[in-house]
């Protein structure tokens, strides 16, 4: 019995410190990304994973519409919003 907690022991801690090293704050950060996601409203300022910067102009349960400073209106899929600025 000792032997084979000689040599599951370390196994298991090194899952345990992966765990709360890596795993966990990976997803709090998705969790976090996806309320910010949710609660986007029309007239919102963000920056989507492209860099692009915009205000929502229309907004549904897939896809945002953006406003660029020329006017023109650019759709996104709600994923890419990256985060909001106010």
């Known amino acids: 019995m000792e032997g084979l907690l000689g040599t599951v022991g370390p196994l298991i801690l090194m899952f345990a410190i992966f765990y709360f090293l890596l795993i ?6 998705q969790k976090a990304v996806r309320e910010m996601q949710s609660s986007i409203k029309k007239g919102d300022k963000v920056i989507t994973v492209g860099g ?4 929502v102009d229309a907004i549904d349960e897939d896809t945002i519409v953006l406003k660029a400073g020329d006017g023109a209106r650019l759709t996104f899929d709600r994923q890419a ?5 106010n």
């Open 24 to 29: 966990r704050p990976q997803q709090k950060r």
């Open 81 to 85: 919003v990256r985060e909001t600025r």
């Open 52 to 55: 692009f910067h915009g205000i």
